[in-house]
Structure formats: structure tokens, C-alpha cells
């Protein structure tokens, strides 16, 4: 495939057999967008943050919608797997360990890090997905982690972009393919707030300090 390499920041901790947080910004970020918010999350971890090689109307994205809440899946399939390759080959060049990625991504980078659950499920240590949706459809039966990975998944009550019944149907798809989920509901919209960073960063010190 004719794969593209990405913009990314990388801020190494300095310690071989630490985690990195590979961070996915929303619709018109960018790879220096969640650095702030990554570092409420804890300390100890390699920092990437990586630009989407899509535009909308000048918006970066990590790959294209057909409208609002509609997803190309086809370019959902190509983006993922361009990602992928390009962080395998990332891992050797920055040195750190690419089976210790752990995902944090907001909004449509939420939705491209779900869709590397589902494609490579094994290769994500754990993700946290601020407002996601479900990136692919028809996946039910076709993908399965040995794993366990924990996965963190936080949705807005008043978000008109993300319908909750489909949230926990996503939810439910993960933990019935080994993923180990935990979700939280939120009394806000599509925005972050405080709740979700506190929620996040005490879900990361169970898990992964």
C-alpha cells in the first residue's frame, strides 16, 4: 500500500521499559494538541503525539467522513494501517517499545484508535477514548484479543454527536472480544472537561503506575 509518513512529537522519559502514550488529537489538531492533557495523566510515560494525514476544509483528521457521524470505512481500513506502519517503523527509529502503546485520543482520534483495537487487537497495552464512536461496522465476529487490554471510555449525556445507546452497543463489542472496559457517562457535551482528565488519570494509576 502506498503508505505516507506522519507529523509526530516525541518527548522520550528516558527509561527503556517505560509505557507510551500515543496521542490522538480530535478533528482540527494537531500532534502537539493532547501533550497538555497527557501530562494530568501521570508521569513516567514516553510522549507521541501524531498529526492525521487527512484534511477537512483545511482540519486535520486521521481519516475522511461522508457527513457528520458518518464514517468512510474504506479510508477508516487504509488510515489505520497506514498509522500502524508507520509506528512500527517509528518504534526503531525513537527506540521505545511498541507493544507498551497505550492510546489516548479525543473525538476522531478516539475513533482511529478504536479502529486499531479492531484491526490489530493485540497491539495496544490499553486505551483511553475520550468521546468515541464505533469506527467500523460488520467487525463483530472478526476480531479478538488475547490481552485483556483495559480500555477507558468516557461520553458526554448532552452530546449531539454521539448517541449513547451506540456508546455502550461499542462498549459491549470490545468486552465481549477480551477488551476489558470500563465506561463513564458525563453531564456535559462533546467537549472535555475536568471530570473526564480526573476519571482518566485515576483509571491510569490502576492500571498502568
Not at 16 to 28: I, M, P
Not at 70 to 86: I, K, L, P, S
Not at 187 to 203: E, F, K, M, S
Given at each position: 500500500?502506498?503508505?505516507?509518513?506522519?507529523?509526530?512529537?516525541?518527548?522520550?522519559?528516558?527509561?527503556?521499559?517505560?509505557?507510551?502514550?500515543?496521542?490522538?488529537?480530535?478533528?482540527?489538531?494537531?500532534?502537539?494538541?493532547?501533550?497538555?492533557?497527557?501530562?494530568?495523566?501521570?508521569?513516567?510515560?514516553?510522549?507521541?503525539?501524531?498529526?492525521?494525514?487527512?484534511?477537512?476544509?483545511?482540519?486535520?483528521?486521521?481519516?475522511?467522513?461522508?457527513?457528520?457521524?458518518?464514517?468512510?470505512?474504506?479510508?477508516?481500513?487504509?488510515?489505520?494501517?497506514?498509522?500502524?506502519?508507520?509506528?512500527?517503523?517509528?518504534?526503531?527509529?525513537?527506540?521505545?517499545?511498541?507493544?507498551?502503546?497505550?492510546?489516548?485520543?479525543?473525538?476522531?482520534?478516539?475513533?482511529?484508535?478504536?479502529?486499531a483495537?479492531?484491526?490489530?487487537?493485540?497491539?495496544?497495552?490499553?486505551?483511553?477514548?475520550?468521546?468515541?464512536?464505533?469506527?467500523?461496522?460488520?467487525?463483530e465476529?472478526?476480531?479478538?484479543?488475547?490481552?485483556?487490554q483495559?480500555?477507558f471510555?468516557?461520553?458526554?449525556?448532552q452530546?449531539?454527536?454521539?448517541?449513547?445507546?451506540?456508546?455502550?452497543?461499542?462498549?459491549?463489542?470490545?468486552?465481549?472480544?477480551?477488551?476489558?472496559?470500563?465506561t463513564?457517562?458525563?453531564?456535559?457535551?462533546?467537549?472535555?472537561?475536568?471530570?473526564?482528565?480526573?476519571?482518566?488519570?485515576?483509571?491510569?494509576?490502576?492500571?498502568?503506575?
Amino acid at each position: 500500500m502506498d503508505f505516507g509518513p506522519m507529523n509526530y512529537e516525541y518527548q522520550p522519559v528516558g527509561n527503556a521499559a517505560a509505557y507510551t502514550l500515543l496521542l490522538l488529537h480530535g478533528t482540527g489538531g494537531d500532534e502537539h494538541d493532547l501533550f497538555p492533557l497527557a501530562g494530568k495523566l501521570g508521569k513516567g510515560f514516553n510522549l507521541l503525539g501524531l498529526r492525521g494525514n487527512v484534511e477537512e476544509y483545511g482540519m486535520p483528521r486521521f481519516f475522511r467522513r461522508l457527513g457528520m457521524g458518518v464514517f468512510d470505512e474504506a479510508d477508516v481500513h487504509f488510515r489505520t494501517h497506514e498509522m500502524v506502519h508507520f509506528l512500527e517503523k517509528l518504534s526503531g527509529t525513537e527506540g521505545f517499545d511498541i507493544n507498551k502503546m497505550i492510546a489516548v485520543g479525543y473525538s476522531n482520534g478516539a475513533n482511529i484508535a478504536g479502529a486499531a483495537l479492531i484491526l490489530y487487537p493485540e497491539l495496544l497495552a490499553g486505551a483511553v477514548l475520550f468521546r468515541p464512536m464505533q469506527p467500523l461496522s460488520g467487525i463483530e465476529e472478526s476480531f479478538e484479543t488475547q490481552r485483556q487490554q483495559p480500555v477507558f471510555m468516557s461520553s458526554g449525556t448532552q452530546d449531539g454527536t454521539v448517541n449513547p445507546a451506540a456508546t455502550a452497543a461499542y462498549a459491549a463489542l470490545l468486552s465481549g472480544n477480551g477488551f476489558k472496559v470500563d465506561t463513564y457517562d458525563i453531564n456535559t457535551g462533546h467537549n472535555l472537561v475536568q471530570q473526564d482528565i480526573t476519571l482518566a488519570a485515576a483509571w491510569m494509576k490502576t492500571h498502568f503506575q
